[in-house]
């Protein structure tokens, strides 16, 4: 039961990591700051236009993967990974 | 028959057989098979699926036209529809996949210990669905009516049979197995022609770097400046900052669409066919990279074809291009009515311009971008006739996600879960297979005849996942004293205000004129448009639900246990009955 508890607390941190770089890439560098950031150029594209149009999506997938993988670690670690 | 129109028969009927075979070889023995196909499919064939199963006619055909016209504005799409798998990866999925079951609803009557909260679940699911797939059999008709010159209601049927086929002969096992090959053509379909574009206008085959590049006419200027400078020349908004209604707008609008991605039932159904909780995280995320696929090849084709298309017209400044001279795509679009001209100032020449009063082209529909694109560009038959296929997969993989979603909540959570629960599993598929056949047919007859409110219900589907489905499951997994009466009332407030907002600035039903405060923008809430609203409707489904529980009690001891079992992975087993 403790361990199913703390089990719970990390996931819960790791959700929590990965829901604010979530929105800081999507809501923060595609809409709120994107005027700033539009002032910066990568290529052709200014940069919160790239945000808001390339780059939230690659962030995305990397944080679907990383935190699959932080969990899986997890599992291993409490042991409450499937037989 | 030209060449044209024969590589098309190929393209289109080539895939149909295909999925034919598929269907065949996938035939449904259970209700194990029929609703999550054995739970035995693998995360990367999982994740093929649900991309086919997600992106419908609407990604494909019409996506990439909304962002050619709206611009920067039209981010709210692109983030919206990825950024709600990171929710269901991390908020929803492995848990619903834990639990066990087969059904969305059947999840929420298990969690809230009612019958009430299913039969909720099943009319928000059924809505939902049906709106949803209203547009897929007209995406259908469109793409038989356009490209093999067959009439609208032949399309349409035939797309129903084909459908009806493997996804009643093979439920979600045929179902999987043939949106995993529709994924291939639609794929195919969409970047192919892209990549050529690209090439032509930038020389980088890679669209997504395309989109960044110089152009490749020697000047050396940016595509995207060049773009920015012809539009605003013409006094349309500037391409890369034109923000649709505001900034709180594209939030609350960017935040609906993830939101109600992620409580979606065909969606989330999706995840109960891994034969593991690891399996169920790991399948979100490569259905995420098999949607950036399309989804960020998508900005490059709108800006792209939204150049091209000025280009044509207006080849440099100044100099129109003279009506009589018109390419064949150009009168090939005309006569479909989705291009129109009028010569107001009689002068044999085509102004495009923004001002109303002096535009000459009165029509450009935002849909011909994708189709007609491939034309524009002056790209080889084939090409063209694989968008054809593509666009027919796209639909029919969608649809069969949602008519697969409207069946099991009939067949197994209403008849079998509420109405009669002593049905054999034998007669139980029989119902499924029956209640398909009834979803198909209402369906294409939506699809023939269009109801008047068919436009506005994309909007609806959303705002219902938004406000009542998502809330209500991650309240489910995240807070354990949750209970069912606080459940139950706060998803019926959080589709009332939603509704409520929808139906009073679009009309009750859709139907002109019942609108009572109007469409008026002067009138939205802090001017949120009604198809943002879903965010706040479920802002208000949460503070309902939690006020609820607060004065009514927690929930009992035996389903905070039950929470507390389905947090972790460890005993998970494939997806039963009960």
Known sequence: MESENSYWAENLRLILICLVIWFVVSFGFGLLLVEPLNEIRLGGYKLGFWFAQQGSIYVFVGLIFWYTAQMNKLDKKYKVEEE | ?578
């Open chain 2, 1 to 578: 028959m030209d060449e044209l129109k024969l590589y098309t028969y190929i393209a289109v009927f080539g895939s149909f057989a295909l999925y034919f075979a598929i269907a065949w070889w996938a035939r449904a023995g259970s209700t194990s098979d029929f609703y999550v196909a054995g739970g035995g499919v693998t995360p990367i064939q999982n994740g093929m699926a649900i991309g086919a199963d997600w992106m419908s006619a609407a990604s494909f055909i019409s996506m990439a036209g909304l962002i050619a016209f709206l611009g920067y504005g039209g981010s709210v799409f692109l983030m919206g529809w990825t950024g709600g798998y990171v929710l269901l990866a991390m908020l929803l999925a492995p848990y619903m996949r834990k639990h066990g079951k087969f059904t969305v609803p059947e999840f929420i009557s298990d969690r809230y210990y009612s019958k009430t909260a299913r039969i909720v679940a099943v009319i928000c699911l059924i809505i939902a669905s049906l709106t949803y797939i209203i547009g897929q059999m007209k995406g259908v008709g469109v793409a038989f009516s356009r490209f093999l010159e067959v009439d609208y209601g032949l399309g349409l049927g035939i797309g129903m049979m084909v459908v009806w086929v493997y996804a009643v002969l093979g439920g979600m096992k045929g179902i999987t197995y043939t949106q995993i090959a529709q994924y291939c053509v639609l794929i195919f379909a969409y970047t192919i022609p892209a990549i050529f574009i690209s090439l032509q206008l930038t020389g980088n085959p890679i669209p997504q770097l395309g989109l960044g590049s110089t152009l490749a006419d020697g000047s050396g200027v940016y595509l995207l400046d060049k773009l920015d400078m012809v539009v605003t020349d013409l006094g349309f908004k500037e391409y890369t900052t034109d923000n649709m209604g505001g900034t709180l707008n594209m939030f609350a609008y960017t935040m609906s669409l993830m939101i109600g991605t992620a409580g979606l039932p065909h969606v989330i159904m999706r995840f109960f066919t891994v034969p593991s909780v690891k399996a169920a995280r790991s399948s979100a995320g490569y259905a995420l990279v098999f949607i950036a696929l399309l989804y960020t090849v998508a900005p490059a084709v709108g800006a792209m074809a939204r150049l091209n298309l000025m280009n044509t017209i207006e080849p440099s400044a100044g100099q129109h291009m003279v009506y009589e001279e018109r390419p064949q795509w150009f009168k090939d679009w005309e006569q479909t009515g989705l291009l129109k001209f009028e010569d107001k100032n009689g002068d044999g020449k085509v102004q495009y311009v923004a001002d109303a009063k002096t535009n000459e082209m009165v029509k450009v529909d935002r849909d011909i971008m994708v189709l007609a694109n491939p034309a524009i560009a002056n790209l080889p038959n084939w090409v063209i006739a694989l968008v054809a296929a593509g666009g027919l997969a796209a639909a029919l993989s969608t649809a069969a996600g949602l008519l697969l979603a409207i069946s099991s909540s009939v067949s197994h959570d209403l008849m079998k879960g509420v109405l009669t629960p002593d049905l054999s599993e034998k007669n139980e598929l029989l119902a499924g297979r029956i209640v398909m056949t009834i979803s198909i047919l209402v369906s294409g007859y939506l699809g023939l005849n269009p109801p008047g409110f068919a436009a506005g219900t994309v909007a609806l589907a959303f705002g219902l996942a938004a406000s009542s489905i998502f809330p209500a499951l991650m309240m489910g997994i995240f807070s354990k004293k949750m209970s069912g009466k606080a459940a139950v009332a706060g998803m019926c407030s959080g589709i009332g205000i939603t509704m409520l907002y929808v139906f009073q600035h679009k009309g009750i039903m859709f139907i002109p004129g019942t609108s009572f405060l109007g469409g008026l923008e002067e009138n939205w809430f802090f001017g949120i448009s009604p198809n943002a609203f879903g965010a706040v409707g479920a802002l208000v489904n949460f503070g309902v639900a939690f006020a609820v529980c607060k004065l009514t009690g927690e929930a009992p001891a035996h389903i905070q246990q039950l929470v507390e079992n389905f947090r972790i992975p460890k005993g998970a087993g494939e997806a039963h009955a009960h």
